[in-house]
């Protein structure tokens, strides 16, 4: 899933503010204080970082209603209706999402009520929308946002943006994301510690720990801090907290997970970095951007900068489904995102409907994850990605199908997809096998009034998945797309 417009940057999310405790009580001027001491907030951050900023940073407070306006203007210019639509379709085919969800609107609810502060790379300034917070929770969304700032003026973020949606690759976005996010966070994260007494000398140990734990951890786990807030930040700003939590656990997780993962999941592969190569390894990094979620997700790889994604062309199927077909849309998963979809279905803890129904919800939650040192199960049959593309189908009859080509490091690494796949399938839509080998499956789900088939097929290093009406000759499909990644390999 891409960022959803180069003009929110480092949005301070909300929810993960909280994840560092709620602080001492703020000064009526806080906000005030802060703004115009902005010098101050840049010293931090060059003093971290070890570069100096090129020129102050302008820095306003903005209203809520004025930011939606923003976020609409943005997601206008930044997401064409026909993108946003083809991620609607293919994330409700897989299904991430409710058939009935408004994904436009969705993302809009989400973006307004989580952001705390955000970062315009094209007036080159930040606001803070939620200026009632305390004041040293001001300072570490200051602190993330002007780290964005610097990030601009050393390395051109609004170019880099530009460049990664010229190709339609949703994972390159996101591993943009992750860089971006990552290091502003770790950035933040070594100035609470100090704050705390605690110089870690730009990392070490304590900080890895500490992130390797954060990570795990999915902001609906977080407690509801609503009494506790009401005692240090004006009344506007808890029931803005209040609502961005709420938001928060409405939110499908699929998407949540793509805006919260590149914080941490970030952070945790910068630390990484930072431990082996300093600031001057980082900052190559922003020189020559992670190809791909895969190599963050694992630190090693990115030290190493080898595993490149395999670029994967897929075949027009349009005439194998059937008259009246036609592709309408193509883009990347990447690790990242099979995760996140395996996760949804395979993990003792699935995303509910209903918050409350969440096992070990609030503190409780948040404590397992913190606790939590084993793989999901997204996770261990995401690892050995080496590259995927998948395509929407429109029917001119208003039907949609789904066809997904992946690729992996090695034969096991498709085969422990292939069988999670097909457990998650039978998990998300309690479908019926109609047919299953070692090699090959078929799952019927949804109702008599559009059924459609599941296929899977495994190939060597490849797995192919076809989510289509049964109307259509799936298996005379898949075998055309078995073929067409013969002759590629």
Same mark, same amino acid.
């Given at each position: 899933m891409?960022?959803?417009?180069?003009?929110?940057?480092?949005?301070?999310?909300?929810?993960?503010v909280?994840f560092?405790?709620?602080?001492?009580? %703020?000064?009526? =001027?806080? @906000?005030k204080?802060?703004? $115009?001491?902005?010098s101050?907030? +840049?010293?931090? #951050?060059? &003093?971290?970082?070890?570069?100096?900023?090129k020129?102050?940073?302008?820095a306003?407070?903005q209203?809520?209603?004025?930011?939606?306006k923003?976020?609409?203007k943005s997601?206008?210019e930044?997401?064409?209706?026909?993108?946003?639509?083809?991620?609607?379709?293919a994330?409700k085919?897989?299904g991430?999402?409710e058939?009935?969800y408004?994904?436009?609107?969705?993302?809009?609810e989400?973006?307004v009520?989580q952001?705390?502060?955000?970062?315009?790379?094209?007036?080159?300034?930040?606001?803070?929308v939620m200026?009632?917070?305390?004041?040293?929770?001001?300072?570490?969304?200051?602190v993330?946002?002007l780290?964005? %700032?610097?990030q =601009?003026? @050393?390395f051109?973020?609004? $170019?880099?943006?530009?460049?990664? +949606?010229?190709? #339609?690759? &949703?994972?390159?976005?996101?591993?943009l994301s992750?860089?971006?996010?990552g290091?502003?966070?770790?950035v933040?994260?070594?100035?609470?510690f100090k704050?705390?007494?605690m110089?870690?000398?730009?990392?070490?140990?304590?900080?890895?720990m500490?992130?390797?734990?954060?990570?795990?951890?999915n902001?609906?786990?977080?407690p509801?801090?609503?009494?506790?807030l009401?005692?240090v930040?004006?009344?506007?700003?808890v029931?803005?907290l209040?609502?961005?939590?709420?938001?928060?656990?409405e939110?499908?997780?699929?998407?949540?997970?793509s805006?919260?993962?590149?914080?941490?999941?970030?952070?945790?592969?910068i630390?990484?970095?930072y431990?082996?190569?300093?600031?001057d390894?980082?900052s190559e990094?922003?020189r020559?951007?992670?190809?791909?979620?895969?190599?963050?997700m694992?630190?090693?790889?990115?030290?190493?900068?080898?595993d490149?994604p395999?670029?994967?062309?897929?075949?027009?199927?349009?005439s194998?489904?059937?008259?009246?077909?036609?592709?309408?849309?193509g883009?990347?998963?990447?690790e990242h995102?099979?995760?996140?979809?395996?996760d949804?279905f395979?993990?003792?803890?699935k995303?509910?409907?209903?918050?409350?129904?969440?096992?070990?919800?609030?503190?409780?939650?948040?404590?397992?994850?913190l606790?939590e040192?084993?793989?999901?199960p997204?996770?261990?049959?995401?690892?050995?990605?080496?590259?995927?593309r998948?395509?929407?189908?429109?029917?001119d009859?208003?039907?949609?199908?789904l066809?997904w080509v992946?690729h992996?490091?090695?034969?096991?690494?498709a085969?422990?997809?292939?069988?999670?796949?097909?457990?998650?399938?039978k998990?998300?839509f309690?479908s019926?096998?109609?047919?299953?080998?070692?090699?090959?499956?078929?799952?019927?789900i949804?109702?008599?009034?559009d059924?459609?088939?599941?296929?899977?097929?495994?190939?060597?290093k490849?797995?192919?998945?076809l989510i289509?009406?049964t109307?259509?000759p799936?298996e005379k499909?898949?075998?055309?797309?078995?073929g067409?990644r013969r002759e590629s390999n």
């Open positions: 891409k960022s959803i417009s180069k003009s929110l940057i480092g949005m301070g999310l909300a929810a993960l909280l560092h405790g709620v602080p001492a009580l %703020a000064q009526d =001027d806080a @906000l204080e802060i703004l $115009g001491d902005i101050t907030y +840049q010293e931090i #951050v060059e &003093g971290i970082r070890g570069e100096k900023f020129k102050d940073v302008p306003a407070s209203s809520t209603e004025d930011f939606a923003f976020v609409r997601m206008d930044d997401l064409p209706p026909e993108r946003l639509e083809g991620w609607s379709k994330l085919l897989l991430v999402l058939r009935d408004d994904l436009r609107e969705g993302l809009m989400f973006v009520t952001a705390g502060a955000y970062y315009d790379p094209d007036s080159k300034a930040f606001y803070v200026g009632g917070l305390p004041k040293a929770m001001l300072r570490t969304i200051v993330h946002e780290h964005h %700032a610097l =601009d003026q @050393l051109d973020l609004e $170019g880099m943006l530009d460049r990664a +949606q010229k190709g #339609v690759n &949703g994972d390159a976005e996101s591993a992750f860089l971006v996010e290091e502003a966070t770790f933040m994260m070594l100035d609470q704050q705390m007494g110089d870690l000398g730009q990392g070490g140990p304590m900080m890895e500490s992130l390797r734990s954060l990570r795990k951890v902001p609906t786990d977080m509801d801090m609503g009494s506790l009401g005692q930040a004006d009344g506007d700003d029931d803005a209040k609502k961005a939590m709420q938001a928060a656990r939110m499908p997780n699929f998407l949540l997970r805006f919260s993962d590149p914080y941490m999941w970030g952070a945790y592969a630390a990484k970095v431990g082996e190569k300093g600031w390894g980082i990094l922003f020559s951007p992670p190809a791909s979620t895969e190599v963050l694992h630190p090693g790889k990115l030290l190493r900068g080898d490149p395999v670029e994967i062309q897929n075949p027009d199927i349009s194998a489904l059937g008259s009246g077909w036609s592709r309408t849309f883009d990347t998963m990447g995102g099979i995760l996140i979809i395996l949804e395979l993990s003792p803890k995303a509910a409907k209903d918050p409350k129904e969440k096992k070990g919800d609030g503190l409780e939650g948040m404590m397992q994850a606790l040192t084993s793989e999901t997204g996770e261990t049959a995401a690892a050995g990605w080496g590259g995927d998948y395509d929407v189908y429109e029917s009859r208003g039907r949609t199908a066809a992946t992996w490091d090695r034969s096991k690494d085969a422990e997809f292939f069988e999670a796949y097909r457990k998650a399938v998990a998300r309690s019926t096998e109609l047919s299953s080998t070692a090699y090959r499956f078929r799952h019927v949804g109702s008599d009034a059924t459609q088939n599941v296929f899977g097929a495994l190939q060597d490849d797995v192919i998945i289509a009406p109307s259509v799936g499909t898949v075998d055309r797309l078995l067409a």
